[in-house]
């Protein structure tokens, strides 16, 4: 028996877990980190409903700060205030259950197995847990050759794809906190714009969930990264605000099609290079306002043009709807020539 059933055994046992409409685990265990351990214990059919959830409370805290930076205009303390939950935030992720597939694929088993029962107890699935711990101790004793040390993404043979994950992950932020920083140019009150940018939030990614479960992530990605492009370009309030919201649609978007694209063994790896270009993008953005001073408009035009580059490259991305996560990397070039052959077909 092969090491490789291990990530597809435990990858029916998340399902199992999981599915039926039960969220409770995921909704109250995942919601604050969804886009790292959280994608891996969400079941296909309902992780964009999930991390659309998630994107729902990042919105209401954008109302949330209007309301606490009008009634606290000093900035040191209002960095304090928004700053303190974190700590509490930090304390509790330690209650945390590791990723059950990281976890076998690192040839950790026995954690793996304490992961799944303890989700199981709260899905009120306990004797499901109770044989996935056989299955799980048989196949660990039939075979001990464990993936210990990730490969690295850029030696195999489809870098472009992570690549281009890392971009648009860069210039969604990159543009969306260069509008973020602005606000004070559309010469209109910046706890009122603070407040239309995040109401803008509701609709944009209330449709961006709907095109991610019936049409798919990569439309859905591309799209609203050059829809974003275009209304920033435009330099006009109105199509800044929907700029905003269709960059807000790119994030929520990207935290699951992003997490779908990497294999198990490296999606860590890949989704922290993709969360650090994305702080990278946001510190970028406020040293690019510096150049109007040459040209006005000119930071415009730059957070305008990055999320249509990216926009455009992430059509030559695959497309990961309905499709189960990627353990391995030859998974993924197995994945990549089937989707070749199926175009050839078609073409």
Sequence with gaps: MEAQTHPRLISSAVRAQSEGGDLHYILTQWA????????????????????????????????????????????????????????????????????????????????????????????????????????????????????????????????????????????????????AMDLQNFNVNVYLTQLIFGAVDFPAKFISVLTIIFIGRRFSQAFSLVLAGLCILTMRMVFAVIGKGSLAASFNCAYIFSGELFPTVIRQTGLGLGGTMARVGSIMAPLVRLTGEFFPSLPLIIYGAAPIVSGIATCLLPETHNVPLPETIDEVERQKVENFKKNEHFS
Excluded at 40 to 69: C, D, H, K, M, S
Excluded at 118 to 125: C, E
Excluded at 153 to 179: D, K
Aim: glycine share 6%; hydrophobic share 45%; with cysteine.
């Design 32 to 179: 604050p980190c969804f886009l790292y351990p959280g994608i891996e214990w969400i079941p296909t059919n309902v992780r964009a409903i999930v991390g659309t959830i998630n994107g729902y409370f990042y919105t209401t805290g954008q109302f949330i700060l209007a309301g606490v930076a009008y009634a606290i205009p000093d900035w040191r303390w209002l960095q304090l205030t928004v700053s303190l939950p974190f700590f509490v935030f930090f304390l509790y992720s330690w209650l945390f259950v590791e990723s059950a597939r990281w976890l076998v694929i690192s040839g950790k088993p026995e954690q793996a197995v304490k992961g799944l029962r303890k989700v199981a107890r709260i899905n009120g699935k306990m004797e499901e847990g109770d044989k996935l711990s056989t299955e799980i101790t048989f196949f660990s004793l039939s075979s001990k050759k464990f993936v210990t040390t990730p490969p690295n993404f850029l030696t195999s043979s489809n870098p472009w794809a992570y690549l281009c994950t890392i971009h648009f992950r860069f210039s969604t932020s990159f543009s969306y906190y260069g509008l």
